[in-house]
T-cell receptor, first 113, second 114 residues
């Protein structure tokens, strides 16, 4: 089974600046995936970025990148050049074995113009 | 391509009433899930179905039942609604074992129990 901790209930960032959202997890699986999902006020769940645990290279998707520290079981999300549309709830989620996705409690990100 | 379709989008119930939330996916996914989302709690798994004909309890199954009617459809039933079941409910599906596996979510159902 997986557990997830997002220690920052709320964060804020100035437009065009960079912000990092933290996530730590625990899993007994040797092969697993890690996800960051975004939930804007529309309530839609949107996949932001995905990391395979066996890959050493950190995943990057445009302005979004991760810092994956496997030994520390840490999976932080960095948003560069923040935009007003980045304002949302962000959820970290590990997936491993045959168990369903487990979500953290989320971080609410505000973007200040 | 519709993806994951949930109905209804909004529902108000009185305590003790029953209702069924419907979910259907058209992506031929084996696995389907029901989550509930409460403020400050993230998404918590209620039930899931790894494949047609199987269902398993998640983290918060009490007060709910599910039916995997066929590969496309996975319904969630509240037999006797309670105010504690006021929440946003999400259905999701996935195809485990695929290299770029991820969850596909429905748009959610806002349920209020008075």
């Amino acid at each position: 089974a997986q557990t997830v901790t997002q220690s920052q209930p709320e964060m804020s960032v100035q437009e065009a600046e960079t912000v990092t959202l933290s996530c730590t997890y625990d899993t007994s699986e040797s092969d697993y995936y890690l996800f960051w999902y975004k939930q804007p006020p529309s309530r839609q769940m949107i996949l932001v970025i995905r990391q395979e645990a066996y890959k050493q290279q950190n995943a990057t998707e445009n302005r979004f990148s991760v810092n994956f520290q496997k030994a520390a079981k840490s999976f932080s999300l960095k948003i560069s050049d923040s935009q007003l549309g980045d304002a949302a709830m962000y959820f970290c989620a590990p997936l491993g074995g045959n168990t369903p996705l487990v979500f953290g409690k989320g971080t609410r990100l505000s973007v200040i113009a | 391509n519709a993806g994951v379709t949930q109905t209804p989008k909004f529902q108000v119930l009185k305590t003790g009433q029953s209702m069924t939330l419907q979910c259907a996916q058209d992506m031929n996914h084996n696995s389907m899930y029901w989550y509930r989302q409460d403020p400050g709690m993230g998404l918590r798994l209620i039930y899931y179905s790894a494949s047609e004909g199987t269902t398993d309890k998640g983290e918060v199954p009490n007060g709910y039942n599910v039916s995997r009617l066929n590969k496309r459809e996975f319904s969630l039933r509240l037999e006797s609604a309670a105010p504690s079941q006021t929440s946003v409910y999400f259905c999701a599906s996935s195809r485990p074992g695929v290299a770029n596996e991820k969850l596909f979510f429905g748009s959610g159902t806002q349920l209020s129990v008075l």
